[in-house]
């Protein structure tokens, strides 16, 4: 069963000692035949554009890790043009990181940078939580095409996720907080296991653990494989 990884990163991590190499993430990745999106920890701590073009230079010629883009609101309109061409640039994805930023939503700097974004039609990975954000997203969301993939939401907040989701058909939930035992199930009850996205959040949170919130569902193989990988293949319109 192919797995693909849509949250991983490299670099250094400020916070707290951890190995977060890019050798130590190739490691675990191969430990369990894994792809994964990627992305430089420069980008999100340090800067944007010089973390961007890390990722791209340091992913070159890497067969199974593809990387992704970001950037920091704050720091709008410097390198605002960055963000036109990424999928020419090579990029299958942005992500953007309020929580870890200190930034909001409705941030003014952020509807900039999805205005940009629109034209690119590249999936936008949203690192955040807490009530009332995923309502807020939907607000952008709902005047793009774009796909958005919400990462770090937890299943406490899973009731917001299901009546957005309902309404939305291009907002996505990344899997590895959703380990309460019936989670999944939950949303292929009342959405589609479709919107369920595959990320472990990997070297900084445990690969297995994440996995197994797939693995241990009662979910049918099939459905585990839209999961793992062809859910986000479908996203894309290609296979990784």
């Known amino acids: 069963m192919k797995i693909l990884d849509t949250n991983t990163n490299f670099g250094f991590y ?50 199974d890790l593809y990387p992704v883009a970001t950037y920091d609101p704050r720091a709008y309109p410097k390198g605002i043009e960055y ?7 090579g990029f299958l994805a942005i992500a953007f990181f309020p929580r870890l930023q200190g930034w909001i939503i409705d941030f003014a700097p952020f509807r900039e940078v999805l205005d940009v974004l629109k034209r690119e039609n590249l999936p936008i990975i949203i690192h955040t939580s807490g009530y009332g954000e995923l309502t807020k997203i939907s607000s952008l969301a ?32 990344e899997s590895h907080l959703l380990n ?16 369920v996205i595959f990320g472990s959040g ?35 319109g290609v296979e990784l």
């Open 83 to 89: 963000l036109e061409g990424l999928r020419a640039k």
């Open 202 to 236: 990997t070297p900084l949170l445990s690969f297995e653990t994440a996995l197994d919130v797939i693995l241990k569902s009662t979910l049918s193989e099939d459905e585990k494989e839209k999961v793992l990988s062809k859910n986000f293949e479908g996203i894309l």
């Open 14 to 63: 400020p916070y707290r000692k951890v190995d977060t190499s890019l050798d130590t993430l190739k490691d675990i990745l191969k430990s369990y035949q894994a792809k994964a999106l990627s992305l430089s920890l420069k980008g999100i701590f340090y800067d944007a554009i010089e973390g961007n073009e890390e990722t791209l230079s340091l992913l070159k010629g890497e067969k």
């Open 142 to 173: 709902k005047e793009m095409e774009n796909p958005f993939i919400i990462a770090g939401f937890h299943y406490s907040n899973l009731s917001e996720a299901i009546a957005i989701m309902k309404r939305l058909k291009n907002i996505y939930i």
């Open 180 to 195: 309460s035992p019936d989670a999944l199930e939950y949303i292929k009850r009342y959405v589609d296991i479709d919107r």
